[in-house]
């Protein structure tokens, strides 16, 4: 039986792998999107599905007003003392010299929650985790971050010893444990004890093209540190491999002893107009999880089987049963359910009256601010998970002014997204119009074209078409005949690729779904009838 990679597909970066008995769990980061923290579960390392989100509340996650791509980066994921600990960083800054950030820790018995108030630990930088020693003791580890613009900003790996009793960090304790290699950007720091020794991975690289991840380990926690001489993970040498961008990730093993990583990785495409080496690609799926089997040599440092690049196809545990999963996510949802399926997300606050509610088999969604607001987002979606998918809904809504607009959306983050709406303009009155938002600069491609909505419609449908390299609209007025808007957008611009261009937040991935937007401050609502989310 095969592992076939990306085990999680779609944004989920920063894999964080833990076992407890017979059972994995994956946490991943969220970013600026609501709840905070996405958990995985499998039994046999090959079928994944998605179970939960512990930041389900404002009192563990308080995200308004954050930057593009702040938030939750690199949660870690442990188990100790029967119970789980999630440790989790939300940033508050993400450009220029500081990364102001806030380190929390809250536990659990069951990984379903109820999760305990947050402890907080520190703000020293971002991608924390938690190291359960066999003497009892636990220990932060974590980059730590330095905005002196004559020294490199990733200032090393720091341990600090974490007091259980006193439920705070011991900062006297605290001492830079590695410094990484002259690649630099030494960040997701996770230790292990293996084989009486300590073993610390860490990424380096940046999380794109050049990405990797490396292996140090030593006699006693707090070091000397010696480095294993080669790079553990990258794909920067491999531009023709399948899965680039491989690093940042967490090491498990099986009850049979068997040893796998899991990693982030991303799927770059390419416009046929385009080199396949320069630019790399772009990928609109954002990073994604695989898995790599590793292996011990005779002196006990690990490998990657098959590569040091990463493999699509990957060797399953020994004498497994296969678990696969009932979907928990329908091709079409009617909104029966009291609240939101489980793939949906907010942006930085949770789905609160504020934003809308779930009525006679509608999600009502109020007016909120403009897509490019950060504290009042009126926006319910899903992430892209797979090159080619459409989605649909139809709802009914009608606006009185064009500071008001309703529809289908294809989002990335506040300065790059599209829309197809429902909106108003002085010639027709109600009237459907796409808008793209690029680098911050708005385009109307109907303008005095916008077509005008029948008086006796009630309900308008919208659709978007996603073909890997592009994607495009398309409504109806009756469900049957659709008209497909004769504007082909290029999905790259909903890529990390082209945000890193121009901007600072380039961490998540294109999602798509239904958006009220009412910046006259009359709060008009739309009515959601379903919502359509189909893989081709």
């Known amino acids: 039986m095969k592992i076939m990679n990306p085990v999680i597909k779609g944004f989920n970066a920063d894999p964080s792998i833990v076992r407890v008995e017979d059972t994995y769990y994956i946490a991943n980061s969220t970013f600026d999107w609501f709840p905070g923290v996405q958990i995985h579960e499998s039994k046999d390392l090959v079928h994944w599905q998605l179970i939960t989100h512990p930041l389900d509340t404002v009192t563990l996650l308080d995200m308004k007003g954050n930057v593009d791509s702040g938030g939750i980066w690199a949660p870690d994921l442990s188990y100790a003392d029967g119970k789980f600990w999630l440790v989790y960083t939300d940033v508050k800054v993400t450009n220029g010299a500081f990364k102001d950030c806030v380190n929390y820790l809250t536990t659990s018995e069951s990984i379903y929650g109820p999760w305990s108030d947050p402890i907080r630990l520190n703000g020293v930088g971002f991608d924390s985790s938690l190291f359960h020693d066999d003497d009892g003791k636990k220990y932060i580890v974590q980059m730590e971050w330095d905005h002196r613009e004559y020294h490199h900003p990733f200032y090393g790996i720091k341990c600090t010893e974490y007091s259980v009793e006193e439920e705070r960090l011991l900062p006297e304790t605290g001492k830079i444990i590695w410094r990484g290699t002259d690649v630099k950007l030494t960040e997701g720091p996770h230790l292990y004890k293996i084989f009486g020794k300590y073993y610390l991975f860490c990424a380096e690289g940046g999380t794109t093209y050049a990405h990797q991840e490396v292996v140090a380990r030593a006699d006693s926690i707090y070091g000397e540190y010696e480095f ?37 990785t991303g799927r770059p495409w390419h ?13 609109t799926l954002g990073r994604e999880t695989a898995i790599q089997k590793v292996e011990w040599t005779e002196d006990k440092w690990p490998l990657i089987v098959g590569g040091k690049q990463g493999s699509i196809e990957v060797e399953a545990p020994k004498n497994i049963t296969l678990h696969p999963y009932d979907p928990n996510y329908l091709i079409k ?17 949770p789905f609160t009256e504020k934003i809308g509610r779930i009525s006679n088999s509608h999600l009502v969604l109020r007016g909120g ?37 309703a529809g289908l959306t294809n989002f990335y983050n506040s300065q790059h ?34 077509i005008k909505v029948p008086k006796d419609v009630e309900y308008v449908y919208f659709k978007t078409k996603v073909k890997t390299s592009s994607y495009s609209y398309a409504y109806s007025f009756d469900g049957k005949e659709w008209v497909d808007i004769p504007v082909t957008l290029d999905a790259k611009i909903l890529s990390d690729d082209y945000v890193n261009q121009t901007n600072g937040g380039f961490f998540t991935g294109a999602f798509v779904g239904m958006a ?18 189909e893989e081709k």
């Open 228 to 264: 294993q001489g080669e790079t553990f993970l990258t794909a920067f040498e491999s531009p023709d491999n399948p899965l680039q961008k491989c690093g940042h990730g967490a090491l498990v093993d099986t009850p049979e002893g068997e040893w796998y990583f899991a990693h982030l």
């Open 271 to 283: 416009h046929e107009t385009e080199s396949i080496h320069d630019p790399r690609g772009w990928c």
């Open 333 to 349: 949802d009617d909104f029966e359910e009291a609240h939101l399926n489980i793939h949906f997300n907010t942006l930085r606050v």
């Open 369 to 405: 601010g403009s897509l490019t607001n950060l504290h009042d987002t009126s926006l319910v979606a899903r992430r892209w998970q797979s090159f080619e998918l459409e989605a649909e809904t139809r709802l009914a809504y009608y606006p009185t002014t064009f500071q008001q607009m």
């Open 417 to 450: 997204w599209s829309m197809i709406q429902i909106t108003w303009n002085e010639l027709n009155g109600r009237v459907i119009e796409v808008t793209e938002n690029n680098q911050g600069v708005l385009t109307s491609y109907l303008k005095e074209q916008a």
């Open 516 to 533: 009220n937007v009412d910046y006259s401050g009359y709060d008009l609502e739309a009515k959601f009838d379903y919502f359509v989310y």
